[in-house]
T-cell receptor, first 108, second 114 residues
Framework: KNEVEQSPQNLTAQEGEFITINCSYS?????LHWLQQHPGGGIVSLFM???GKKKHGRLIATINIQEKHSSLHITASHPRDSAVYIC??????????FGEGTQLTVNP | NAGVMQNPRHLVRRRGQEARLRCSPM?????VYWYRQLPEEGLKFMVY????????ESGMPKERFSAEFPKEGPSILRIQQVVRGDSAAYFC????????????FGPGTRLLVL
């Protein structure tokens, strides 16, 4: 079992739909990171959170420390949101352990 | 403020050659992380360095791989005697501090071993 599990692995949505990607981890963390990997391969950090909820534009990230679970939500999805979304847990040593990623495709 | 820079962006080596990958962190960042992404696989941690110190190298293969982050200049990931299995994208990230800090990723170096 991976230390970081993401679901779904693949997700296809229509433009405008509300999207949720889930992340579960098996051990305690100091922080949980959400990253976006573009089709060209570049990686962008979206959120780093250790509790509660963060919002940036149409993106919302939540975390439940007790349940060891985080979600990434995209409201009013757009084709340019198509990418791989990766969650990663950070432990006290600062290294990140990554999930396998969720491939999101948003069709016009 | 320039982002994290990596060079070269693409590197082709023949088996047995050496590969040197460079990473210049964002200005003001003294923490550097190297990650590897094998084809069709997820990202894996390799090594975490601060200026002149290796903090955590638990993800580095035991042989042929080394990393440094000198007082002056970029961080270097060095792969000696490359093999085809080393073909991957190597990403560097930097952060201003150690814990609970956003890591900013470079564009990656795509290494192809022929």
């Amino acid at each position: 079992k991976n230390e970081v599990e993401q679901s779904p692995q693949n997700l296809t949505a229509q433009e405008g739909e509300f999207i949720t990607i889930n992340c579960s981890y098996s051990v305690g963390i100091s922080a949980l990171h959400w990253l976006q990997q573009h089709p060209g391969g570049g990686i962008v950090s979206l959120f780093m959170l250790s509790s509660g909820k963060k919002k940036h534009g149409r993106l919302i990230a939540t975390i439940n420390i007790q349940e060891k679970h985080s979600s990434l939500h995209i409201t009013a999805s757009h084709p340019r949101d198509s990418a791989v979304y990766i969650c990663a847990r950070e432990t006290s040593g600062s290294r990140l352990t990554f999930g396998e990623g969720t491939q999101l495709t948003v069709n016009p | 403020n320039a982002g994290v820079m990596q060079n070269p962006r693409h590197l082709v080596r023949r088996r047995g050659q050496e590969a040197r990958l460079r990473c210049s962190p964002m200005k003001g960042h003294s923490h550097v992380y190297w990650y590897r992404q094998l084809p069709e696989e997820g990202l894996k941690f390799m090594v975490y360095l601060q200026k002149e110190n290796i903090i955590d190298e638990s993800g580095m293969p035991k042989e042929r791989f080394s990393a440094e982050f000198p007082k002056e200049g970029p961080s270097i990931l060095r792969i000696q005697q490359v093999v085809r299995g080393d073909s991957a994208a190597y990403f560097c990230a930097s952060s201003p501090g150690q814990h609970q800090e956003t890591q900013y990723f470079g564009p990656g170096t795509r290494l192809l071993v022929l």
